[in-house]
C-alpha cells in the first residue's frame, strides 16, 4: 500500500498530508469512541496525518466527537495536524423566532468560536484555522486583530480561508504578515468553476495550495441519473482500465491532484477500505488527453 507523503502547503506554510480526512460526516458513521479511535489510527498509519474540521459541523458535534477519540490516546495530538473553520453561524431547527443563519468574521465571533472549537476537540492548538465562507459584511482589519491574537497567543499556527474569490483572498491577504495557507474549495468533475474562475490561477501564482472538497461531489457521483453523471461514470470507467485503477474513485483523484496548483485532497468517507483506494490513487498518473476527456464528459461539449 502506497504511503501519502506530506506537502508544503505555502511558502513558510505548515506540511499537510497530500490526502487530508473530512470529518463533517462524523456524526453520521456510527462509530463509538473506540471505533472512531481506531479509523483515526488507520489512516494516520497510511500517512493521512491531517484532519479537517468546522465549527459548524453538526453544531460542534463532530469536533466533540473526535474530541472524545483523541483523548483515549491523548499521544495522537503529536502525530495529526488539525484544521478548523470558523463563521457560520447556523440557527436551530427547533428555533421558533424569525432568524436567518449567517457569517460572522467580527474579531470577537472569531475568538468566540475558536475558544469553542479548541475546547470540544480537547486540544490547545490548531495547526490552521480557515474562514468557513466569504463574510459579506467582513473587515479585513477586524480579522486581522482576532488572527493576530490567535497566533500570539499560541492558539493558532496559521491560517487560510475557504470558498473565497481571488479578490476576497487578496484583500485579506493584504492586511496579514503571513502568508494565507490555502484556500479550500468545491472541486470535483461536477462542478470544478475553480479551474476557470481565477481562483486556482491565483494559487498556483502565490504557490499555495488549494483543499479540495467534495472530491467525489458528496457521493453523488456514483448515484446521479443526470445525462452529466451518466457521462462521468462512463468517461471514469473508461480511464480507470486504462490507468489500471480499481474504482472510480480513483481515477477523480489522479485527476484532481493533477491540476498544477498542486491540490490537497479531502477524504469524505467513514470507510476505511475507501481511504485506503485513495490513497493507492496517488500512484495513477494522468496524461493531458485523460485528463480533458473528464472535462468533455463533465461539460458534454468538446472544448472551444
Ligand atoms: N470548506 C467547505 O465549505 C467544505 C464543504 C464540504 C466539505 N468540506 C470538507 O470536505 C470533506 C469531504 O467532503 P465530502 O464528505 O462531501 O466528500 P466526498 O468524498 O465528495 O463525499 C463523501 C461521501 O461520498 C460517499 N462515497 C464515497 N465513496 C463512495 C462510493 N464508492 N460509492 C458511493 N458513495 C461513496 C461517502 O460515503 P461512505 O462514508 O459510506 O464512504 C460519503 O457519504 C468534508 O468532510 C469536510 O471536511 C468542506
Not at 501519502?4 to 458513521?29: C, H, I, T
Not at 481565477?198 to 494559487?203: A, V
Request: proline share 4%; glycine share 6%; hydrophobic share 40%.
Amino acid at each position: 500500500m502506497s504511503t501519502v507523503n506530506k506537502v508544503l502547503m505555502a511558502p513558510d506554510g505548515p506540511e499537510f498530508s497530500q490526502l487530508v480526512q473530512g470529518y463533517w460526516r462524523l456524526g453520521s458513521w456510527d462509530m463509538d469512541k473506540q471505533a472512531r479511535l481506531t479509523f483515526l489510527k488507520q489512516h494516520i498509519e497510511m500517512g493521512i496525518s491531517t484532519v479537517d474540521h468546522a465549527a459548524i459541523y453538526d453544531a460542534g458535534h463532530c469536533e466533540t466527537l473526535f474530541g472524545e477519540a483523541l483523548k483515549l490516546d491523548p499521544s495522537i495530538r503529536e502525530q495529526i495536524e488539525i484544521v478548523s473553520k470558523f463563521g457560520i453561524n447556523g440557527i436551530a431547527s427547533s428555533h421558533t423566532e424569525k432568524r436567518v443563519s449567517h457569517y460572522d468574521c467580527s474579531k470577537q465571533g472569531i475568538l468566540a468560536s475558536t475558544e469553542n472549537s479548541l475546547r470540544r476537540l480537547g486540544v490547545e492548538q490548531l495547526d490552521a484555522l480557515l474562514v468557513h465562507r466569504p463574510d459579506f459584511l467582513m473587515d479585513a482589519d477586524q480579522v486581522a486583530e482576532a488572527f493576530n491574537e490567535l497566533k500570539q497567543s499560541g492558539k493558532v499556527k496559521h491560517f487560510g480561508v475557504s470558498n473565497f474569490t481571488s479578490s476576497q483572498f487578496d484583500l485579506l491577504q493584504s492586511r496579514l504578515p503571513a502568508a494565507l495557507i490555502t484556500n479550500q474549495v468545491e472541486f470535483n468533475p461536477i462542478n470544478f468553476d475553480v479551474v476557470a474562475d481565477g481562483t486556482l490561477d491565483q494559487l498556483q501564482q502565490y504557490r499555495v495550495r488549494p483543499m479540495a472538497w467534495s472530491c467525489l461531489a458528496g457521493g453523488t457521483i456514483f448515484s446521479a441519473q443526470t445525462p452529466q453523471a451518466k457521462r462521468l461514470r462512463a468517461t471514469l470507467s473508461e480511464l480507470g482500465e486504462e490507468l489500471g485503477a480499481d474504482s472510480i474513485d480513483q481515477v477523480i483523484y489522479a485527476w484532481i491532484l493533477k491540476h498544477p496548483s498542486n491540490p490537497v485532497a479531502l477524504l469524505g468517507t467513514g470507510n476505511t477500505k475507501r481511504v485506503k483506494d485513495a490513497a493507492n490513487a496517488l500512484t495513477l498518473k494522468m496524461n493531458a488527453e485523460q485528463w480533458y476527456r473528464v472535462w468533455v464528459a463533465s461539460k458534454g461539449v468538446n472544448v472551444p
